[in-house]
């Protein structure tokens, strides 16, 4: 149904079509609204995601079978799908090119997912969002998305010439130790991951810095997923992941 004209309401008709697997509705106008039609069906009328808190509804069976699912170029779609789309227990591929999702909301999705165990979704982005993952991705040396400053390579046992990343103290990549960090290491690990100014983190208390890095590692996290989602494990988009 891409490039076709239309409602949100009108995607309450997919609810006849409860094996289907693929779907296409980029360049369609709908929004938020039309995208959580697809996952419930409703007693009465809908009249917007309030709904959800009043009316009676039931999970429809396109959230076990669908496996593909197309949105791009619908920009009334926004962060507040990411709740629904949670839903699709078998999606595969996902395309969410020019929509109204923040990368904020791109974080939560990609959070919420890899907890949910979808290891083999692939999401298409726009090109701004492609760009700012790409330029992680591939450079070693930025800061957030790699920890090559003060990392040692060493020699992966059995494979001559193979090297790998360790991490050394006081270096971390866990948020949940923070905590447990000295003040100097707070501030070493914040001028790494987020680039901050020595000086500016002078007069901040250890609670602070604790905070500030954890967010830090937290927005790192979600970007290394996101990273993964899009490119793949192994790093690299597949050849025809340009069609979605």
Same mark, same amino acid.
Request: aromatic letters at 8%; glycine letters at 6%; proline letters at 4%.
């Given at each position: $149904?891409?490039?076709?004209?239309?409602?949100?309401?009108?995607? #309450?008709?997919?609810?006849?079509?409860?094996? &289907?697997?693929? &779907?296409?509705?980029?360049?369609?106008?709908?929004?938020?609204?039309?995208?959580? $039609?697809?996952?419930?069906?409703?007693?009465?009328?809908?009249?917007?995601?309030?709904?959800?808190?009043?009316? /009676?509804?039931?999970?429809?069976?396109?959230?076990?079978?669908?496996?593909?699912?197309?949105?791009?170029?619908?920009?009334?779609?926004?962060?507040? /799908?990411?709740?629904?789309?949670? $839903?699709?227990?078998?999606?595969?591929?996902?395309?969410? #090119?020019?929509?109204?999702?923040?990368?904020?909301?791109?974080?939560?999705?990609?959070?919420? #997912?890899?907890?949910?165990?979808?290891?083999? +979704?692939?999401?298409?982005?726009?090109?701004?969002?492609?760009?700012?993952?790409?330029?992680?991705?591939?450079?070693?040396?930025?800061?957030?998305?790699?920890?090559?400053?003060?990392?040692?390579?060493?020699?992966?046992?059995?494979?001559?010439?193979?090297?790998?990343?360790?991490?050394?103290?006081?270096?971390?990549?866990?948020?949940?130790?923070?905590?447990?960090?000295? #003040?100097?290491?707070?501030?070493?690990? &914040?001028?790494?991951?987020?680039?901050?100014?020595?000086?500016?983190?002078?007069?901040?208390?250890?609670?602070?810095?604790?905070?500030?890095?954890?967010?830090?590692? +937290?927005?790192?996290?979600?970007? $290394?997923? &996101?990273?993964?989602?899009?490119?793949?494990?192994?790093?690299?988009?597949?050849?025809?992941?340009?069609?979605?």
């Amino acid at each position: $149904m891409s490039d076709t004209p239309l409602q949100d309401f009108d995607i #309450v008709s997919i609810h006849h079509l409860p094996r &289907l697997s693929v &779907l296409w509705l980029n360049n369609t106008g709908i929004g938020t609204e039309g995208c959580v $039609m697809i996952f419930f069906s409703f007693c009465s009328t809908w009249s917007g995601l309030k709904c959800l808190r009043s009316r /009676v509804c039931h999970m429809v069976s396109l959230r076990k079978s669908l496996a593909e699912l197309y949105i791009g170029a619908n920009p009334r779609v926004n962060d507040d /799908v990411v709740t629904p789309l949670l $839903m699709l227990s078998k999606l595969s591929r996902l395309s969410l #090119v020019d929509t109204g999702i923040s990368l904020q909301g791109l974080r939560r999705f990609a959070i919420s #997912v890899d907890g949910a165990g979808h290891a083999h +979704l692939r999401i298409h982005l726009s090109p701004e969002w492609i760009y700012y993952l790409e330029s992680k991705h591939r450079d070693p040396n930025r800061i957030g998305a790699f920890l090559f400053l003060n990392a040692v390579f060493l020699e992966n046992a059995g494979l001559e010439g193979t090297k790998q990343l360790e991490i050394r103290p006081p270096l971390i990549d866990d948020p949940s130790q923070c905590g447990r960090l000295s #003040v100097t290491a707070l501030k070493i690990n &914040l001028c790494l991951h987020a680039k901050c100014d020595a000086a500016s983190l002078e007069t901040a208390t250890r609670a602070e810095l604790a905070f500030r890095l954890k967010e830090a590692l +937290l927005v790192r996290r979600a970007d $290394m997923l &996101l990273q993964e989602f899009v490119f793949g494990v192994g790093g690299d988009m597949d050849a025809d992941d340009e069609s979605f």
